[in-house]
């Protein structure tokens, strides 16, 4: 047993999330939880109900949508206040089935033998299912990222995370709540030890299934980033 709890914030997910929940446990995931961030389209009534049948899951509902940040906050926030003494922090994935299992309990693996670091998991975009705008975009973003935070991340946007719990408490201050939540995360994880781990891209047809816009939502993320280096040096000087 890995002893590791996923997280899956969950908005009109696609019946691929049954397929991964049952993956992840059967690989020995210690258990599962999910957020119902408000869906309402046809059929995700299904889906959840059959994750609330998983052994080792629990089903956490929004009655409206409030967006991916709130629902990581929600997620975080029952974790922490559940946990077994033997456990060492919690997993992250999407529900769009653009994350293989064996990524993700690789991602948890390195944080249950590293429990005070947070691990992240990397794609290379260099396989050949990467559209050519985000393998540029990747090189754009990675840039911008060493720039503004002096740290090498190699995909900075990445759902798939290993957050240990010393870090719950700092992630669970974050006010954002829909994208610019996991922007936030990695500013306030700069001087924290962070391990990088290369993992599968996968994209589904067109990308359908997810509900991150490439361009409004990248613009958010960059955008906040800069306030927050903007704020830290504003911050600095003010001390000086």
């Known amino acids: 047993?890995?002893?590791?709890?996923?997280?899956?914030?969950?908005?009109?997910?696609?019946?691929?999330?049954?397929?991964?929940?049952?993956?992840?446990?059967?690989?020995?995931?210690?258990?599962?939880?999910?957020?119902?961030?408000?869906?309402?389209?046809?059929?995700?009534?299904?889906?959840?109900?059959?994750?609330?049948?998983?052994?080792?899951t629990e089903v956490l509902v929004h009655p409206q949508n409030r967006g991916k940040?709130?629902?990581?906050?929600?997620?975080?926030?029952?974790?922490?206040?559940?946990?077994?003494?033997?456990?060492?922090?919690?997993?992250?994935?999407?529900?769009?089935?653009q994350h293989a299992v064996e990524d993700v309990l690789a991602v948890a693996g390195q944080l249950e033998k590293h429990p005070h670091e947070l691990v992240l998991g990397c794609r290379s975009f260099d396989e050949a299912c990467v559209p050519l705008p985000r393998k540029i975009g990747s090189v754009f973003q990675r840039l911008v990222t060493f720039l503004l935070l002096f740290k090498d991340i190699r995909d900075v946007q990445t759902g798939m995370r290993g957050i240990p719990f010393e870090l719950f408490a700092d992630l669970l201050d974050i006010k954002a709540d829909r994208f610019e939540?996991?922007?936030?995360?990695?500013?306030?994880?700069?001087?924290?030890?962070?391990?990088?781990?290369?993992?599968?891209?996968?994209?589904?047809?067109?990308?359908?299934?997810?509900?991150?816009?490439?361009?409004?939502?990248?613009?958010?993320?960059?955008?906040?980033?800069?306030?927050?280096?903007w704020r830290s040096l504003f911050q600095r000087s003010g001390k000086a």
């Open 69 to 97: 940040g709130a629902a990581l906050r929600t997620g975080l926030a029952h974790i922490q206040a559940t946990a077994t003494s033997s456990e060492v922090g919690a997993v992250t994935l999407d529900a769009d089935g």
């Open 181 to 229: 939540w996991e922007m936030e995360m990695i500013w306030r994880c700069r001087n924290h030890r962070i391990r990088q781990i290369r993992v599968q891209s996968i994209y589904i047809g067109k990308n359908e299934s997810s509900h991150f816009h490439p361009v409004l939502d990248t613009i958010k993320f960059y955008g906040r980033l800069m306030g927050l280096r």
């Open 1 to 56: 047993m890995i002893q590791v709890c996923g997280l899956i914030p969950a908005y009109e997910p696609q019946p691929a999330v049954l397929d991964a929940a049952r993956g992840l446990l059967e690989g020995g995931l210690a258990r599962l939880v999910v957020v119902d961030d408000g869906s309402r389209r046809a059929g995700t009534a299904e889906i959840f109900q059959a994750l609330r049948e998983l052994p080792r």
